[in-house]
């Protein structure tokens, strides 16, 4: 194996740019965490270590050590032995998911333009690459990978601050079999930010899909689907941006459809995407205009061809748009809209059939690669960065809400839990303080004493059936009622300011309310079950007569029930961290800001105090004595005595130092991680000749099966053949006809060691006389 020392990513020479973990820093401050992220940027070095958690840093450029020299290179190796890089802590994970038998996943951090979802991508690369597996295999590793495209092209969108922003949260799990071969995974996705579908801010796009198709369609199909260039449609020309610096839409839009055939939609549903996605354009091109109190749609010529594409009746789809049907308790009446509310039903379409087609697809790759039983998995979260703008909304808020409730696992599993371990277990140790974000998470997310401002939201929306008008004034003041005086919220005057780990965030009330309810009338749909298209009406299947009456589910519902599922599902895996740093906003390599550092709000320097003063590795005794039992006699196959004896046996035998371990109650601790990997070196050299013995019994085997072959070869050879001795063909070889064993007086010629492999009496014949004697000889 290669060592750190003797490698290099872009020469043979040794080049040592600060320290690759930063444990090892001289001073631990804020700066001289972010002098030796710096450094290493700027040397191309963008991975770095703390502990067993990686710091990466955005290069914003292709780098040189993602080959399949790299891969080979890190597969099987301990993290000191190699600079740190993502498939370290990649081949980490599978490492001790087939040792542990326990399902791991890795938490991808970092503000929005980090490099989050590239990080997700290199993972899954790798495991792919590293495991083994047939037809079946290879099949479900291909699925695996084209995943990525197909939903970073309904999923991604060019902001202002990444060009390729997730806009929705992805849980991959990657299911396993117990010989460690991916046969299997899972997907759930989490708040797509349906409002990208209708508006943009300047400079930034709608979701990929819709550039892709537009340039990368054919005649036939830009014909069929009546597709215009990007400024024609009022849902991307809001924004006045169209391409984005470094992306070939028209290519990505092949890999998209590739990725659609790989995954095994068929060609019929690949249509019927298209048409959606295209649908929703034209629907987006319909306005209003005031007749009277009510609104109408200004060009009922643009009705035509979205209703085409949606399979509905234009005149259906126009009152549906105008006019909204109230259900009393003995009657229903049809009640017109004006050109507000018409624009708000409109867009309340668009954003729902966008939503459900994209759940669609995750349904469909989930039903493509998942297993009926679950064995081990390896999950990935690439989620949405924390996001922090000019002006923060709704969409904001719960982004940044689930980038909290991330940020609380990552406390609670190596800060709070670690040093609360450590008490448990009765280990020396001198408690480290941190920030807990724990008080921020409750004030999002309380239901009462005091109720949080998810809670407060939510009641407003159930008390205020109106359109918004009041609605979010009266927010504003219930929040300063109910949370006014908390320390980590303020008002001011368009909205409130809530002090997150990340920093003091804005947000906007305007539209809160609005986004919150996130009502799709029962009009629509059942506007959308008329539509002539199986495919469409699948993605409606709501039985709206036998619909239970009650108070609606909400966004902020919703996302907080998504959150704390994923928290516990992440909790139940051996967790790794990833955490990803934005070193500017110009997008360009080699260009570090000295105010765009992400190093206090992530915690990294409690991150490193605790692992300075921590332990490298734990496990518990019998899990201890199950991989190490075979290093001694004593310990193999079964220990007799006490497991925490055995395993300071084990520790012994291997002439650990005592100040890199100590024992707790039920665990053995390690403090470096060069300690550990003694014990590993050792356990190979055990297999190595345990490799040994089975490789001589079965060469020994494999000769002896070869000279009984021989031998009836020969036998067969010379039958019927033979005149002299007939009987000799099939008689063993004995070797000592003259019996030395019974015979002493013949024994004193020979040494002591010596042995015969022959003995028998021979005649020997000079030219003078003959002499009659026995002979022995060791051939």
């Known amino acids: 194996m290669t060592s750190k020392l003797n490698y290099h990513w872009q020469s043979q020479n040794v080049k040592q740019s600060g320290v690759d973990d930063m444990v090892l820093l001289s001073k631990i401050t804020e700066d001289a965490i972010v002098e030796n992220l710096k450094k290493r940027y700027m040397d191309d070095y963008i991975f770095t270590y703390i502990g067993s958690v990686l710091i990466s840093v955005n290069p914003f450029k292709q780098m040189p050590y993602f080959t399949d020299r790299e891969i080979e290179l890190y597969q099987g190796a301990a993290q000191y032995e190699n600079p740190p890089h993502i498939y370290a802590l990649s081949d980490n994970m599978y ?31 790798y495991i792919s690459k590293v495991s083994g597996g047939g037809s079946k295999v290879q099949h479900v590793k291909d699925i695996i990978l084209q995943s990525n495209p197909l939903l970073e092209a ?33 997907i759930s996705n989490f708040l797509l930010e349906k409002s990208r579908v209708v508006s943009q801010n300047e400079n930034e796009r709608n979701f990929h899909i819709y550039y892709q198709m537009i340039e990368g369609a054919n ?46 939609i068929p060609g019929d549903d690949q249509t019927q995407v298209l048409q959606i996605v295209a649908g929703i354009l034209h629907l987006g091109n319909i306005s209003f205009i005031e007749a009277g109190n009510y609104g109408q749609v200004e060009s009922t010529d643009l009705l035509a061809f979205p209703a085409y594409l949606l399979g509905v009746d234009p005149n259906r789809l126009q009152d549906k748009l105008t006019s909204r049907k109230w259900s009393g308790k003995n009657e229903s009446i049809n009640v017109t809209l004006n050109t507000e509310q018409a624009t708000y039903t409109r867009d309340a379409l668009a954003k729902a059939l966008y939503a459900r087609l994209f759940d669609y697809l995750v349904e469909a790759i989930n039903k493509a690669i998942q297993k009926p039983y679950e064995e081990f998995s390896i999950g990935v979260l690439d989620i949405y960065g ?21 940020q609380q696992i990552f406390i609670e599993l190596t800060l709070k839990a670690e040093q609360e371990e450590y008490v448990q277990e009765g280990i020396k140790w001198t408690p ?3 920030f807990n974000n724990k008080i921020v998470c409750d004030l999002i997310e309380n239901k009462l004493n005091p109720p949080g401002v998810m809670s407060v939201l939510d009641d407003v929306c159930a008390t205020l059936h109106a359109k918004g008008e009041g609605a979010d004034g009266t927010l504003l003041q219930k929040l300063q009622a109910a949370v006014g005086t908390h320390e980590h919220f303020n008002n001011w005057n368009s909205g409130f300011v809530i002090h997150h780990y990340a920093g003091k965030v804005s947000y906007d009330i305007n539209g809160f309310c609005e986004r919150n309810r ?33 108070r609606p589910t909400t966004a902020s519902s919703k996302i907080k029930k998504q959150a704390n599922d ?10 790794h961290y990833i955490r990803c740093l934005k070193p500017n906003e110009t997008k360009r390599p080699k260009d570090w800001e000295e105010s765009r550092h992400q190093v206090e709000y992530l915690g990294l320097r409690e991150n490193i105090r605790v692992r300075r003063a921590g332990y490298a590795y734990r496990r518990v ?47 053995v601790f390690v403090k470096n991680p060069e300690s550990l990997f003694l014990l590993e070196e050792m356990r190979e050299r055990k297999f190595d000749t345990f490799a040994r013995i089975i490789q001589k019994s079965w060469r020994r085997y494999i000769a002896r099966k070869k000279y009984e072959q021989m031998r009836e070869e020969a036998s067969d050879i010379l039958y019927n053949s033979k005149e002299r001795r007939k009987n000799s063909i099939n008689r063993n070889f004995v070797g000592d006809y003259l019996g030395l064993e019974q015979r002493p007086e013949l024994r004193q010629f020979l040494t002591k060691r010596e042995r015969i492999d022959f003995a028998d009496s021979v005649n020997k014949y000079d030219r003078r006389f003959k002499v009659k004697f026995h002979e022995a000889s060791n051939i």
Request: charged share 25%.
């Open 386 to 406: 924390f996001e922090i703008f000019q002006k923060n909304g709704f969409e904001q808020f719960c982004i940044n809400f689930v980038n909290e409730k991330l």
């Open 432 to 434: 480290i303080e941190y």
């Open 518 to 550: 996130d009502v799709l009338f029962p009009d629509l749909i059942e506007l959308m079950q008329s539509s002539e298209y199986n495919f469409i009406r699948s993605l409606f299947p709501e039985n709206l007569n036998n619909e239970k009456k009650g």
């Open 95 to 125: 490492r001790n998911m087939m040792i542990d038998a326990e399902n791991q996943c890795v938490i991808i951090s970092g503000e929005s333009g980090a490099g989050k979802t590239v990080a997700a991508k290199y993972i899954m690369g």
């Open 566 to 575: 994923l928290v516990n599902t992440l909790m139940k895996c051996t967790p």
């Open 621 to 667: 005794f019998n899990k201890f004595m199950m991989r190490y039992a075979i290093l001694t006699a004593e310990t193999w196959p079964c220990w007799r005595g006490p497991e925490q004896q055995g395993v300071l046996h084990l520790l012994r035998s291997v002439n650990m130092d005592n100040d890199q371990y100590q024992m707790g109650r039920t665990k």
């Open 219 to 264: 005649a036939q199909q830009k014909e069929g689907l009546g597709l215009m260039t990007p400024d024609y449609y009022y849902y991307l020309n809001q924004s006045g941006t169209y391409k984005v610096d470094g992306t070939n839409d028209s290519k990505d839009f092949q890999e998209t459809m590739e990725a659609m055939q790989v995954i095994g």
């Open 154 to 186: 309904f999923g991604n969108a060019k902001t202002v601050r990444n060009n390729n922003s997730s806009r929705f949260g992805k849980y991959f799990e990657i299911q396993f079999s117990r010989g460690g071969e991916p046969d299997g995974g899972k």
